[in-house]
């Protein structure tokens, strides 16, 4: 009888533990914006303190929102490409935003400065990071000039595949 009771709560664990991995993928991919939808709305703070940015301000611009946090190494090692992206595509309308997310100031613009960020670097207490499905870093999403998800991407890229994504939506 032991052994029936072990595996009947066995299974039942295995059961519980399946519903829990799909509640969490579930709860987390509810909030990730899909290509072919509308970006989630935003307003956030500048990191260098003059003023805000908000997604409605960038209407009938492409734009690229890079999510990073300072202890994220992908992060720092893609923010060269990102800054040359930037630069080369600039004049065709291209707007760069980096999202720190959920780090202070300081540690926001520390970072921008030791990679030469040239692009705004907006401040997330992880509201946005919320609504864009920020569960890790980085987090690309490429936005087209209607204000619709072309591309989203959570985890490294290639310099080649950010080239294609910016490509797309300019």
């Not at 709560?9 to 990730?32: K, N």
């Not at 990071?129 to 991407?153: L, N």
Request: hydrophobic fraction near 45%.
């Amino acid at each position: 009888m032991t052994r029936f009771a072990d595996s009947a709560f066995m299974r039942a664990l295995a059961t519980c533990a399946v519903f829990a991995v799909c509640a969490v993928a579930t709860a987390a991919d509810a909030g990730v914006p899909r290509a072919g939808q509308p970006a989630p709305a935003f307003t956030l703070p500048r990191a260098a303190g003059s003023g805000s940015v908000s997604l409605a301000s960038l209407r009938g611009k492409p734009v690229y929102l890079n999510f990073f946090a300072s202890w994220c190494s992908p992060c720092a090692e893609e923010t060269p490409w990102v800054v040359g992206f930037y630069a080369k595509y600039r004049s065709r309308g291209l707007i760069v935003l980096g999202i720190n997310e959920l780090e202070n100031a300081k540690k926001a613009l520390d970072f921008a400065k030791a990679h030469k960020v040239t692009y705004p670097v907006l401040i997330d207490g992880g509201a946005m990071g919320k609504d864009y499905g920020v569960i890790g870093m980085p987090v690309h999403v490429f936005v087209d000039r209607r204000g619709v998800v072309s591309t989203y991407r959570l985890g490294e890229m290639t310099p080649g595949e950010i080239e294609a994504a910016i490509r797309k939506i300019l």
